[in-house]
């Protein structure tokens, strides 16, 4: 569990365990598994300080209604590797609703991703599990 509190050391913003460290690590399984949204991210200005900063210190707890977000913190938390988790779970919540952030302009995309709309949360937590498994993370 302490490797959540990492996010939270002021002076482990900028290195590989804070939060800057955990937002690239989002957007580079990002890149590993969509290239296009990655590429269409970059392309808008899209960055993870506009959303992941959130979901990632707060746990995704503001991005849920309190059922789906037990569900999730169950995984996360039964996990080993749970804040890997935490990434994939992000980075299937992106992949997820990947048509509409490609077909939207900068606003509509971050207004997406700061207001996630009601999704399957055993789809996303399948998803995340996929991930995992074909684009494991580097050792951060």
Request: hydrophobic share 45%; glycine share 4%.
């Amino acid at each position: 569990m302490a490797e959540i509190g990492d996010v939270f050391t002021k002076k482990l913003d900028s290195a590989h365990l804070g939060i800057g460290g955990a937002m690239r690590s989002l957007m580079q399984l990002l890149k590993d598994k969509d290239p296009v949204l990655s590429k269409n991210f970059v392309k808008k200005g899209v960055e993870p300080q506009f959303f992941g900063f959130r979901w990632i210190t707060l746990l995704l707890s503001q991005e849920f209604l309190l059922p789906e977000l037990m569900r999730i913190w169950d995984s996360l938390f039964a996990d080993a590797n749970r804040f890997d988790f935490l990434l994939y779970m992000c980075c299937s919540m992106i992949i997820s609703v990947r048509e509409k952030l490609i077909a939207g302009d900068f606003a509509e995309a971050v207004k997406l991703l700061q207001h996630y709309p009601p999704l399957d949360i055993h789809k996303l937590l399948c998803n995340a599990e996929e991930i995992r498994r074909f684009h494991p993370l580097k050792k951060r």
